[in-house]
Nanobody, 124 residues
């Protein structure tokens, strides 16, 4: 079955960097959007970034533009989220997701598959 396996989360100081990985398996994702969402304590799960698998088109929420970069490695079937200049406000559980984008790239409901989440903690 389809699996999204995340790795790369952890504790980092403000201003530091982390790279999250999402290893996708179980099907071909060439027609899918791959998204990253995050959820901080007491807040709604929010869109962070997405990439169209086939063409590599990218999308970002305003708060991470210029700091985060989403990419994919076709050979390894893996999606990455490079996070630079991290801020304490970035602290959250980060989720990888895959979907066809029928209800919008930034909408949770458009994603059919989800990873288990990985904790990112940014200290000040």
């Amino acid at each position: 079955q389809v699996q999204l396996v995340e790795s790369g989360g952890g504790l980092v100081q403000a201003g530091g960097s982390l790279r999250l990985s999402c290893a996708a398996s179980g099907r071909t994702f060439s027609r899918y959007y791959m998204g990253w969402f995050r959820q901080a304590p007491g807040k709604e799960r929010e869109f962070v970034a997405a990439i169209r698998w086939s063409a590599g088109s990218t999308y970002y929420t305003d708060s991470v533009k210029g700091r985060f970069t989403i990419s994919r490695d076709n050979a390894e079937n893996t999606v990455y989220l490079q996070m630079n200049s991290l801020k304490p406000e970035d602290t959250a559980v980060y989720y990888c997701a895959a979907g066809r984008g029928y209800t919008g790239v930034t909408t949770r409901a458009t994603y059919d598959y989800w990873g288990q989440g990985t904790q990112v903690t940014v200290s000040s």
